[in-house]
Antibody, heavy 119, light 107 residues
Framework: QVQLVQSGAEVKKPGASVKVSCKASGYTFTGYYIHWVRQAPGQGLEWMGRINPNSGGTNYAQKFQGRVTMTRDASISTAYMDVSSLISGDTAVYYC????????????WGQGTLVTVSS | SSELTQGPTVSVALGQTVRITCQGDSLRTYYASWYQQKPGQAPVLVIYGQNNRPSGIPDRFSGSSSGNTASLTITGAQAEDEADYYCNSRDNRGNGVFGGGTKVTVL
């Protein structure tokens, strides 16, 4: 079965960076875009960007341009998202999600990674 | 504009029908998808495309679209349908966008 397993919770200080991983299994990793979505406490879902696991090509939401980097290692079916210059407002649960057909319909989600930014 | 607008809350009596709407210019071009999210859990896709349900999603969930508005209907709401529901789509530049979410309460 399709499964996305993310790395564990992180606590970071303001100004630091965090790298979250998302390991895929149960399907051909290079065949489906991976998107990253975050959810601040008590808030809604926010789209951050996507990566093509085959080519490595990325699209980022304008809000995160220059501060977010999405990469992948196809040899181990894993996508990564790096967020730099963290502020308290980046405290959120970060999800990776598989795009079922390039149509921005996300049919499988990781369990989420809580990133807490606190001094 | 790439924003999607949802009403914040809606309530429905057990066994009755509820419709949740999502409005945005991008919906004139692209289909919306719908997700159910329960507290402490990741979202789950319930409707995608014109009106498609992933495997395992009950047929009481259905979707429709007209102009700039997409709708999710729950026909015969059950207690387990109480959750937050989000729509999402994309814009012409390849950016994704989510609605603000609708909290559904089953009375």
């Amino acid at each position: 079965q399709v499964q996305l397993v993310q790395s564990g919770a992180e606590v970071k200080k303001p100004g630091a960076s965090v790298k979250v991983s998302c390991k895929a299994s149960g399907y051909t990793f290079t065949g489906y875009y991976i998107h990253w979505v975050r959810q601040a406490p008590g808030q809604g879902l926010e789209w951050m960007g996507r990566i093509n696991p085959n080519s490595g090509g990325t699209n980022y939401a304008q809000k995160f341009q220059g501060r977010v980097t999405m990469t992948r290692d196809a040899s181990i079916s894993t996508a990564y998202m790096d967020v730099s210059s963290l502020i308290s407002g980046d405290t959120a649960v970060y999800y990776c999600a598989r795009d079922r057909s390039g149509s921005y319909s996300f049919d499988s989600w990781g369990q989420g990674t809580l990133v807490t930014v606190s001094s | 504009s790439s924003e999607l607008t949802q009403g914040p809350t809606v309530s429905v009596a057990l066994g009755q029908t509820v419709r949740i709407t999502c409005q945005g210019d991008s919906l004139r071009t692209y289909y919306a998808s719908w997700y159910q999210q329960k507290p402490g859990q990741a979202p789950v896709l319930v409707i995608y495309g014109q009106n498609n349900r992933p495997s395992g999603i009950p047929d009481r969930f259905s979707g429709s679209s007209s102009g700039n508005t997409a709708s999710l209907t729950i026909t015969g709401a059950q207690a387990e349908d109480e959750a937050d529901y989000y729509c999402n789509s994309r814009d012409n530049r390849g950016n994704g966008v989510f609605g603000g979410g609708t909290k559904v309460t089953v009375l």
